[in-house]
């Protein structure tokens, strides 16, 4: 992997003229796919799309509006005009299929407004085969320089009261559960009022979504909104008006409600519509991909995706703690905090995980809490809550590192900011130097409380370029990225390949430290949280029950099985087993599962999905014939029928199937499994008994039939 990507092949046609029809449209397709632009009688501009015969987008309106002037979305006439065709290919670092087609039509509008100050805008159109994804530009001008957007006026008319699949647009936060209602039933005064152990939250709008936010059509259409290349600009969120189903462009705004500071020339981040009879074309969509911009860093070689473990659940289930004290008042006579014997972070702790994961097969050990400053971090709105270079006494950083090196462990650093961003970008040279003296590959940073700069959110303009600006930091420093709490990926991973996984979503955490997650969670995020990129979702959890102390009714939401068919179905290069190496040395068996499965794909296959009811994924490990398949279904019981003619013809491979146990079921016998062993080719139709919140988890390799002598066909 030499470079992180080559175009192999490049067909670009000659750039040719668009022109208009008689009622003043310009129309371009892609196969089924079919856009139409227009100026609408004010010389506003307007688009809909079209899939067939049904109406993905009916006519919505574009544009902007800037503090303190004139609109900038009315008055336009069409300068010029231009379409080209692209068929490309790149390959990216790592990934989901080793090679991504971008097929698509462009269309590029150049307006002109007909009135001083003759204000020019482009628009920039893509349609590929599954979807469509159009930008703004504001070309360089004489009377346009400094501006700043109070609002975005693009809209996505849709063409019924669809089903959603929801949560509430919050400027804060992604971590909410999903919401399944028509468009006109959005209110998100109702989830809020549920109460959620989210740690900051904001809200202003009843009926606004979040992106991506999944939608069905009474025809069986689904379509996907989203944005892709978000760079300089606030994370857009979705307006839903309830009466004509028409849904606007709501830009995350600062303490002074504005939304973008810009200067020309600038481009948008993309708008992304994906759409498909079949759910699982909006799984395998690359069109986010596509929109973004290829890497930035040239040499990738370093770049690794990584399974790990770490001292992280235990605390998480109060077993330990973050903090080293009890409170910063909790000081001996020569005012050094006192242990307060619970610290997970402890040197003789670390050593055991690092040894599980030498032993196991595990490249990487997460540790939290190592560092000075977990006695008051949250709430407190307040500068400098870290340093993240001072360890608490406990924790010999040296020692650690030595140690995990020895046995060829790689150490995953934890920078927690609190949400003080300023404060992390004054120290992140200290902090990544610091990560490159001790060999740390990676860092899970984390943005829990109230954003510093005070009045910014975590999705408005001033913190996505923060979080964009650690992710090239981190590149300088050749250091991996794990962002929690941070915004919805759009595709960044694409320019920045170091920045892996985000969080930015409900983890299975939830159901450490809250009700929980219910069962069909996992069957809605690859639909939604996914759509723009990989999560740190930390699955692994075998002891599922057994957390009385924290809340009688308290426990994970899922079967063992479920848990491990998660590897396969929730993508992510960084991917954590997130429970204690005692629980998964009380299943060996299945642990084997979370040893064997890949993070790192040559190929994807989507068998069979439905948002929030079921998800069947089959993956092939990269430069391996290994695949490995996933299959989780939601509350209800069912059967997942698998062909696997994706496995090469006439070779015979062994599959492992790690199931639901004959009773389980997700909320009283959640930890019963079975494992079974059988011959199998590409003729042959696995089925499946998945429990109520259960999965089965598949590997399936070329046969060794020395190892295994005697093994049955799969019947
Ligand atoms: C929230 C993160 O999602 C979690 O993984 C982490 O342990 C805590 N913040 C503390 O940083
Ligand atoms: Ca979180």
């Not at 699982?280 to 986010?288: G, N």
């Not at 794909?601 to 999905?609: L, N, P």
Request: proline content about 5%; aromatic content about 12%.
């Amino acid at each position: 992997m030499k470079q992180y990507t080559f175009t192999l092949l490049l067909f670009l046609f000659i750039l040719s003229t668009a022109n208009a029809n008689d009622d003043g449209v310009i129309k371009i397709n892609m196969k089924k796919v079919h856009l139409e632009f227009k100026l609408d009688g004010n010389g506003q501009p307007q688009y809909a799309v079209f899939f067939g015969d049904k109406v993905v987008i009916k006519p919505s309106q574009m544009g902007f509006e800037l503090v303190n002037d004139a609109p900038f979305s009315k008055g336009f006439e069409i300068i010029n005009s231009t379409q080209r065709a692209v068929d490309d290919s790149w390959k990216p670092v790592w990934g989901e299929v080793k090679e991504i087609r971008d097929h698509y039509q462009q269309l590029t509008v150049q307006l002109k407004q007909k009135e001083k100050p003759n204000r020019l805008i482009n628009i920039v159109f893509r349609v590929f085969e599954d979807g469509v994804g159009f930008r703004y530009e504001f070309p360089h001008q004489e009377n346009l320089d400094y501006f700043i957007i109070s609002k975005e006026l693009t809209e996505f008319n849709m063409s019924a009261d669809h089903k959603a699949w929801w949560i509430p647009a919050d400027y804060d936060t992604n971590e909410y559960e999903y919401t399944t209602s028509k468009l006109s039933e959005i209110n998100t005064k109702n989830v809020l009022g549920k109460g959620s152990d989210i740690g900051v939250k904001f809200v202003e709008d009843s009926t606004g979504a979040a992106t991506p936010l999944m939608l069905k059509t009474n025809n069986g259409l689904y379509i996907n909104i989203h944005e892709a290349a978000l760079v300089n600009f606030p994370a857009m969120q979705l307006h839903v008006d309830k009466n004509d189903f028409k849904l606007s462009a709501m830009l995350v705004p600062n303490a002074l409600g504005h939304k973008a500071y810009l200067q020309a020339p600038f481009k948008t981040p993309w708008r992304t519509v994906i759409f498909s009879d079949h759910a699982a074309d909006i799984l395998t969509s690359k069109i986010i991909l596509n929109l973004n911009e290829p890497s930035v860093i040239k040499d990738t070689q370093w770049i690794k995706p990584m399974k790990f473990v770490g001292v992280w659940w235990e605390m998480q289930t109060d077993k330990t703690l973050w903090r080293y004290a009890n409170s910063l008042d909790d000081v001996d006579a020569e005012g050094h905090l006192i242990n307060n014997g619970k610290h997970g972070a402890n040197t003789p702790n670390v050593k055991k995980y690092i040894d599980f994961a030498a032993k196991n097969g595990i490249a990487g050990v997460l540790v939290e809490g190592w560092n000075t400053g977990w006695e008051d971090w949250f709430g407190n709105w307040k500068e400098e809550p870290f340093d993240f270079t001072t360890p608490y006494p406990d924790f010999n950083i040296k020692e650690v590192t030595d140690y995990a090196a020895a046995k060829g462990v790689k150490m995953i650093m934890h920078n927690e900011t609190a949400g003080a961003a300023t404060t992390y970008e004054r120290y992140a040279d200290t902090a990544f130097r610091l990560m490159n003296k001790f060999h740390y590959p990676a860092v899970k940073t984390g943005y829990v409380g109230m954003i510093i700069p005070r009045g910014e959110h975590h999705d408005s303009q001033w913190m996505i370029n923060h979080y964009t600006r650690i992710a090239q930091k981190a590149a300088d420093y050749k250091v991996m990225v794990d962002s929690h709490e941070s915004n919805r990926p759009t595709g960044l991973h694409r320019t920045y390949p170091n920045w892996m996984a985000s969080e930015a979503g409900r983890g299975n955490e939830y159901n450490a430290f809250s009700k929980g997650n219910q069962p069909e969670h996992e069957t809605i995020m690859p639909f939604t949280r996914f759509i723009g990129g990989p999560m740190d979702y930390t699955p692994g959890i075998f002891k599922l029950k057994g957390y009385a102390h924290l809340d009688t009714a308290r426990q994970v939401h899922t079967t063992l099985a479920k848990q491990l068919a998660l590897y396969v179905v929730l993508y992510s290069p960084l991917q954590m087993a997130a429970d204690l190496p005692e629980n998964y040395e009380a299943h060996p068996d299945a642990f084997q599962f979370i040893k064997d499965v890949a993070v790192d794909w040559d190929d994807t296959k989507i068998v069979e999905a439905e948002p929030g009811d079921y998800i069947t994924t089959a993956r092939k490990e990269k430069g391996t014939a290994n695949w490995f398949i996933g299959a989780i279904t939601d509350e209800n019981a069912r059967v997942s029928v698998i062909p696997l003619n994706f496995l090469d013809k006439g070779t015979r491979y062994m599959a492992t199937i790690y199931k639901d146990g004959k009773n389980a079921d997700w909320k009283n016998n959640p930890e019963a499994y079975q494992i079974e062993r059988f011959v199998v080719d590409s003729k042959v139709q696995l089925k499946i008994n998945l429990a109520k919140g259960g999965g089965a988890a598949i590997s399936i390799v070329p046969l060794d039939l020395k190892a295994y002598p005697g093994l049955k066909k799969y019947k």
